[in-house]
């Protein structure tokens, strides 16, 4: 019930591409997803969040889509660039943990093609 | 404003020793959660620390124990290290412990167990 599955573990495109990054989650008490970058070297940079009383986020280039019926959300990032290229991360975590435990999904490493 | 650092970058020892790991959290911030990420996986939370008391544990055995400090820097120690310790190792620090306040990561430290 504590897991968070990612899908899928590496992703090809070229520049300009809509890459999508699926994340799936059993554990209903879930209610707060953020999203994480990082670059090789470097930690984990937040990119976006999302709760579960909205459908879709954007913020800038990057949009996240949530289900609440299917215990799903998605990261898409439109007009993808060569420097959008690192690894992925969706998290989830109960708001009302007050612990700020972020059980993250497995990552995805994305490469976008000049 | 200075960023999350932790120290040192790398460090390797050996099966059965013991090992501190630092971290400075951001300015302003009181709390710093520690998370393990091993190679190729998601990072997993290890436990956080607020005002100086854990406030929240992840499924690590005791022998992963950690401190804050009054300025609100922290240390991990890790007791008889074992080959699948071997791992980046992330602090994030964050105002207040509450879960859906952004977790800002530092670099990491990078442990090799022979």
């Known amino acids: 019930q504590q897991q968070v599955k990612q899908s899928p573990q590496s992703l090809i495109v070229q520049k300009g591409g809509i890459p999508i990054i699926n994340c799936a989650y059993e554990?209903?008490?879930?209610?707060?997803f953020p999203w994480y970058q990082q670059f090789p070297g470097k930690g984990p940079a937040l990119l976006i969040a999302?709760?579960?009383?909205?459908s879709e986020k954007k913020e800038g280039r990057f949009t996240i889509s949530f289900n609440k019926s299917a215990k799903q959300f998605s990261l898409h990032i439109m007009d993808s660039q060569p420097g959008d290229s690192a690894t992925y991360f969706c998290?989830?975590?109960?708001?009302?943990?007050?612990?700020?435990?972020?059980?993250f999904g497995q990552g995805t490493t994305l490469q976008v093609k000049p | 404003e200075t960023g999350v650092t932790q120290s040192p970058t790398h460090l390797i020892k050996t099966r059965g020793q013991q090992v501190t790991l630092r971290c400075s959290s951001q300015?302003?911030?009181?709390?710093v959660s520690w998370y393990q990420q091993a190679l190729g996986q998601g990072p997993q939370f290890i436990f956080q620390?607020?005002?100086?008391?854990?406030?929240g544990r992840g499924n690590f055995p005791p022998r992963f124990s950690g401190l804050q400090f009054p300025n609100y820097s922290s240390e991990l120690n890790v007791n008889a290290l074992e080959l699948d310790d071997s791992a980046l190792y992330l602090c994030?620090?964050?105002?207040?412990?509450?879960?859906?306040?952004?977790?800002?990561f530092g670099p990491g430290t990078r442990l090799t167990v022979l």
């Open positions: 994030a620090s964050s105002l207040e412990g509450l879960a859906d306040n952004e977790q800002f």
């Open positions: 554990n209903t008490a879930f209610d707060y």
């Open positions: 999302i709760r579960p009383d909205v």
């Open positions: 998290a989830a975590t109960p708001i009302s943990s007050n612990t700020g435990k972020l059980i």
């Open positions: 300015s302003g911030h009181n709390t």
């Open positions: 620390y607020y005002r100086e008391e854990e406030n």
